[in-house]
């Protein structure tokens, strides 16, 4: 809210109120359907493989680009722009910042699996991430839903990434990473607990 508040955004968080009945709904929908089911994969398969190899930063780069475009087709039939209704100059900035905001998003999921071993916890992040971006935002849902979120989007980017410098800077670049704790767990044939 603060945020776009800043972006000059008129914000009325009086809509907030009438929407928290939205909320369990939302949130159980996205848990099942809508992104948090993605979780087991994304954290709980290809992280750790990919941490075998890679250090965290470069891992949840790669990974994160990759999950930026599986969202792509998903991208592509959420808003009016992606339906024949713009350019591809018109639309390509959009999906830029899209993709730049999933592959933050994908640094803090990260940054919570690898601190708490849980992909339990990246579920419910995610699953959170998405409710309040979807029914937490005190604006009008048509403006929400609408083609013209752009300044939401920015908004929650620029945060997202906010969160990722602090994050990089507070654990040099680890994310909560213990390669020693993980080789040993993974010898033991159990699920690291860092």
């Not at 800043?6 to 009325?12: F, L, Q, S």
């Not at 996205?30 to 709980?44: A, D, M, S």
């Not at 916890?121 to 929400?144: I, R």
């Amino acid at each position: 809210s603060l945020g776009l508040a800043v972006a000059g955004t008129a914000v009325d968080p009086g809509l907030l109120s009438g929407r928290l009945s939205l909320v369990l709904v939302s949130f159980a929908t996205i848990l099942f359907v809508g992104g948090g089911n993605e979780e087991p994969g994304w954290r709980g398969l290809a992280l750790p493989k990919l941490q075998e190899l890679y250090a965290p930063v470069p891992a949840t780069l790669a990974l994160g680009v990759v999950w930026a475009f599986w969202h792509l087709p998903l991208l592509a039939t959420g808003t009016a722009e992606f339906h024949g209704l713009a350019t591809f100059v018109e639309i390509a900035p959009t999906t830029a910042v899209r993709v730049l905001n999933i592959v933050g998003v994908a640094f803090v999921l990260t940054w919570i699996y690898n601190a708490t071993g849980s992909v339990l916890l990246a579920v419910l992040m995610h699953t959170g991430f998405n409710t309040a971006n979807s029914t937490l935002v005190p604006l009008p849902l048509e403006v929400v839903g609408a083609g013209d979120s752009t300044t939401i989007l920015v908004v929650t980017t620029v945060t997202v990434w906010v969160v990722v410098a602090v994050l990089l800077v507070t654990t040099r670049g680890r994310l909560g990473y213990d390669a020693g704790a993980a080789g040993v767990a993974r010898s033991e044939g159990r699920r690291p607990a860092t």
